[in-house]
């Protein structure tokens, strides 16, 4: 294996978990923002980002392997 494609190996894995750490870090943000001041629209906003930021973490992990979990 060359340098050049160890090295993109390694950037392409550091990037997916710090997609996924990043968002977790935001949702736990975003959770407690919304839990010093509940209200139905701060509810609905975590949510809504929850779900997105984990479709985003997720969906790269299934293209990649060019199949999904569900067709196992």
């Given at each position: 294996m060359d340098p050049l494609k160890l090295i993109r190996l390694a950037f392409s894995v550091i990037s997916e978990r710090l997609i996924a750490v990043l968002s977790l870090?935001?949702?736990c943000?975003?959770?407690c923002w919304s839990m010093w001041g509940p209200s139905w629209e701060r509810i609905a906003t975590l949510a809504i980002f929850?779900?997105?930021a984990y479709l985003v973490a997720r969906v790269p992990k299934e293209k990649q392997h060019g199949?999904?979990?569900t067709e196992m």
């Open positions: 870090c935001m949702a943000g975003l959770s929850v779900l997105f199949h999904s979990e």
